[in-house]
């Protein structure tokens, strides 16, 4: 079986699409989650078989957050981390890969990158910080801190560390679903994000915490559906593993 996964959503296009409301300026509110929350997803293949396992993880910082991020599709595993300030920029990001270790260091006018394959030399390549930048790592999980309505919408630069490219992205809500996954049914915002020609979805829960409750990924057509989760480190999972 061929499972294709981009969890990362590594898309290089520059151009967006859409229609609807004018977006906004990206502002985010307070954050929906706390110290400790981690959320476990099954991954399902483009025929809705189980096709591995993800989790995201939050810690809180001096003055700021840490989320750190792991995918297990059969032998291969990725684990990501992305610390941000208390705005919720990214302030370094690290990407542990099969092939290759990824790392970016954001500073006030520049994003350091660096790409060091499992073979051969690191790269290094220095690009100019956005106004609105955002890392990879941190996007699917940190549109919950965004103010999510009928007819929203914003722009971001998505920072793709593994190519060293950056890349303008809509997001959009499409609408108000509810949406029934493991972890039981949820009234959600449908969000789609754009970047050049390609389109990938996201439903958050209307309500707090806000949870990521299911990705697809239009064109693999893979996606990641809500299992369980705990909002602190020693809380017990909900809904309850079954015995």
């Not at 439903?203 to 064109?219: I, L, S």
Request: glycine content about 8%.
């Amino acid at each position: 079986m061929r499972v294709r996964v981009s969890l990362l959503l590594i898309i290089l296009g520059v151009a967006l699409a859409g229609c609807g409301a004018d977006p906004q300026p990206l502002v985010f509110g307070a954050v929906p989650w706390q110290d400790g929350e981690t959320a476990e997803y099954d991954i399902l293949d483009r025929d809705g078989d189980f096709a591995g396992v993800a989790s995201w993880t939050w810690e809180v910082m001096d003055d700021g957050w840490r989320q750190s991020w792991m995918v297990e599709l059969g032998t291969r595993t990725d684990l990501g981390v992305v610390e941000m300030g208390a705005d919720l920029y990214p302030l370094r990001s690290e990407l542990a890969l099969p092939a290759s270790y990824n790392m970016a260091i954001y500073g006030p006018e520049q994003i350091e990158l660096v790409i060091a394959p499992a073979e051969g030399e690191p790269t290094t390549r220095m690009v100019s910080r956005p106004a609105h930048p955002l890392d990879n790592g941190q996007t699917l999980q940190i549109h919950r801190a965004l103010p999510l309505a009928n007819d929203y919408a914003t722009r971001y630069t998505n920072v793709i560390p593994t190519t060293a490219r950056t890349a303008n992205t809509l997001i959009r809500v499409e609408g108000r679903e509810n949406i029934t996954v493991p972890a039981g049914t949820f009234d959600t915002w449908h969000l789609v994000m754009t970047t050049g020609g390609s389109s990938h979805d996201a439903w958050y829960a209307v309500e707090p915490p806000y949870h990521m409750v299911q990705y697809r990924n239009r064109a693999a057509g893979s996606q990641f559906v809500l299992r369980q989760w705990r909002p602190t480190a020693d809380a017990p999972w909900q809904p309850e593993p079954e015995s």
